[in-house]
């Protein structure tokens, strides 16, 4: 009997220990290899392949000090969990490079001082204790500490953009050197301090952003990496040879051209010269004088009356994810872009085969668009299908570019002698090798833009193509996470006709067939409980 239970006691003991040795493996594993099934389209809850490249090449430790109060309202109660939860996973990652400390400041002046000179605030907010309601302050902060740099998240309200931030920060401090972009002003373009402020702020956590002026034959600075180019209109010769020659020495580019004018409140558009259009001829693509229309559309806000009224607008053209280039990064996880007034583009073929030219997105099958005579109007009865079709509208030209000044004499400066020593330069011929961006549009990145449409697309694709141009996919495929558009589908009236009929009609007839099937299988029973035996 002892023998039994001395048996049954070593066994027990060993089972006990076997599962615990398991479960201490597992544990072991589970800390320093994350494993998770994420179904989501976008792989919104698993960290991009780009971070993780980004954790694997960390060379030194960084310091991450989360500065979270103990006492949060009930709605945040979860968001310190999430926060360790992200953390924890980059920890795993970056195989003991990354440190993190969650602080909490408390009432300490000394520590409040420090954290205000760092820039992370005391943030007000509403609790509700023994029904009164009361307003208390804490800290939402995070400071990244790399070497001798540091970046802070001032306030963390959510998990959402936390790995964007994280990442782009720890890029920032590991890369060698800052890069610029520049846009061009004194020419009419689109101003960064008015129409284009929310782009401006959204490129600074990234970039350099400066004004370049090519007056007086200023040259492009060679610290410029990318020049954005921006809705120009009257531009002497002068300066199209400054835009000339940066490409010519390597410089990138991005064009964003407008050639028809508007005037938006009484829906009339007049064509304009853009001396712009001739230089990107030199280069491989044409921006058409003309706007398009396209059946996928957003819509727009138009005055009725004494109210406002919302309709399908055919000028503000929304480009589908199928319509994007699938084999580029920079938009091939996009869902959606709206571009309002547009125009389509034209790709000049290269005789030379020393430039390639890529569409990055276009239109639907069923656009068509307009010349010289221009209708606003909402109201737009498409063409026939035969005389629709897709249009190019966004281009990406890479290469070595021939210079619009290889057969011209350089320009002289504006208000100098064209014989003047100083002046006599020769331009470069072709340029290095560089890449060339064209939009037939500049409206789409205006604030007033996106606070009519709300279209986070058309933000994230213009980030993407300066990421793509200046540092690489890095932060591209973890920007566009948590971004779905799911439009509707551009039906013809055939097929409208076809679902309204099938809506109106369809379940009625199910009704009616369901009723006689009923009758059937009634009859049917009640003629065998009535059949006669037989004898």
């Known amino acids: 009997m002892i023998s039994r239970i001395l048996k049954y006691g070593t066994n027990l003991l060993i089972l006990v220990l076997t599962l615990a040795g398991i479960l201490a493996v597992i544990n072991y594993v589970s800390l320093n290899h994350f494993f998770r099934l994420d179904l989501t389209e976008k792989s919104e809850f698993t960290l991009a392949p780009s971070t993780k490249k980004v954790l694997k090449g960390l060379d030194d430790v960084v310091n991450i000090k989360v500065y979270f109060s103990r006492k949060l309202p009930p709605y945040l109660t979860g968001l310190q969990r999430q926060v360790r939860d992200v953390l924890d996973e980059y920890q795993a990652l970056s195989r003991g490079k ?80 800052s890069k610029t972009v520049g846009f061009l002003t004194g020419h009419g373009e689109r101003a960064i301090e008015g129409d284009y402020s929310q782009v401006r702020s959204l490129l600074e956590k990234q970039y350099q952003v400066v004004k370049v002026e090519t007056k007086d034959g200023r040259k492009i600075g060679d610290d410029i990496n ?78 009725s009356g004494m109210f406002n009224v919302q309709l399908p607008y055919p000028f503000w053209v929304k480009i589908q994810k199928k319509n994007f280039a699938a084999d580029q990064p920079m938009v091939n996880k996009l869902d959606s872009l709206v571009l309002p007034w547009a125009s389509s583009l034209e790709l000049i073929p290269d005789k030379t085969g020393s430039v390639k030219a890529v569409r990055l997105f276009r239109t639907t099958d069923v656009a068509f668009n307009q010349k010289e005579y221009f209708n606003l109007s909402p109201e737009q009865a498409p063409p026939d299908k035969n005389q629709c079709r897709s249009f190019v509208m966004g281009a990406l030209l890479s290469g070595r570019f021939k210079s619009y000044f290889s057969d011209r004499a350089v320009p002289p400066i504006e208000g100098t002698s064209k014989n003047a020593p100083e002046q006599r330069e020769e331009a470069i011929k072709e340029s290095k090798e560089t890449q060339i961006i064209v939009v037939g549009n500049s409206r789409f990145l205006q604030n007033q833009f996106f606070e009519i449409t709300q279209s986070k697309g058309n933000e994230v694709f213009f980030l993407n193509i300066v990421d793509w141009l200046n540092i690489g996919e890095e932060l591209i495929g973890i920007r566009t996470k948590g971004f779905v558009d799911r439009p509707l589908k551009v039906l013809s009236s055939r097929e409208r006709t076809v679902i309204q009929f099938i809506n109106i009609l369809g379940m009625s007839i199910v009704m009616i067939a369901f009723g006689f099937f009923r009758l059937y299988l009634k009859r049917k029973k009640k003629a065998q409980v009535f059949t006669p035996a037989t004898p």
């Open 98 to 177: 990354l440190k993190v400390e969650f602080i909490d400041p408390g009432i300490d002046p000394m520590a409040q001082q420090k954290l205000r000179f760092m820039g992370i605030p005391q943030v007000q907010l509403n609790i509700y204790e023994k029904d009164q309601a009361q307003l208390i302050t804490v800290y939402l902060g995070m400071a990244i500490l790399y070497e001798d740099k540091k970046e802070i998240i001032p306030v963390i309200t959510d998990t959402n953009n936390l790995e964007y931030d994280l990442t782009g920060a720890l890029i920032r401090m590991i890369r060698k050197e």
């Open 226 to 303: 990318t020049l954005v180019v921006a809705n120009p209109r009257k531009m002497g010769l002068r300066d199209l040879y400054e835009i000339d020659h940066f490409i010519m020495k390597g410089g990138k580019a991005i064009f964003l051209v407008d050639t028809v004018d508007l005037m938006e409140q009484r829906l009339q558009a007049f064509p304009m010269e853009c001396s712009i259009v001739d230089l990107l001829k030199t280069y491989g693509v044409k921006v058409n004088p003309d706007l398009v229309l396209d059946l996928s559309n957003a819509p727009a806000m138009f005055r």
